[in-house]
């Protein structure tokens, strides 16, 4: 198995001393652990107070994280979401249908009474499974 920090440019930069994302080659598989992705932009800055701006721009976060892991939003096998208040799931939930309607993940939703900065109400883990790049 071969470990891969995964750092691509343009996105959040981490809060702390872990990954955007972390690349594990398992067989002709790369599976992809993509961690908790938070609506700040690349200066830490929030995006939108908005729940359906957070929420997509969470999911473009996470598609460019996976594009720099070789892979597409259609890879995802899993997602977790953490909202700050469980009200707003009927509006996550629509944009999170649009955006996984291929993939289908297996998926988590926890409330949780405060996330990592102020502001943000949504925070989104995922995993995807992309194809290894065999002629490498």
Do not use: W
């Not at 943000?120 to 883990?125: A, F, L, S, V, Y």
């Amino acid at each position: 198995m071969y470990r891969t920090p995964v750092v691509p440019q343009g996105v959040t930069p981490p809060l702390g001393a872990y990954s955007p994302a972390i690349s594990l080659d398992v067989g002709d598989t790369r599976l992809v652990f993509v961690s908790g992705q938070i609506p700040l932009d690349p200066n830490g800055v929030l995006v939108s107070d908005d729940i359906e701006d957070q929420t997509r721009f969470v999911f473009d976060q996470i598609a460019a994280v996976l594009a720099a892991a070789g892979g597409t939003l259609d890879d995802l096998v899993k997602v977790q979401i953490y909202l700050t208040d469980i009200g707003e799931y009927p509006a996550v939930s629509a944009i999170r249908n649009e955006y996984l309607a291929a993939s289908r993940p297996v998926s988590t939703l926890i409330e949780a009474p405060t996330l990592v900065h102020p502001g943000c109400r949504i925070e989104i883990d995922a995993v995807a499974a992309v194809a290894a790049d065999v002629s490498a």
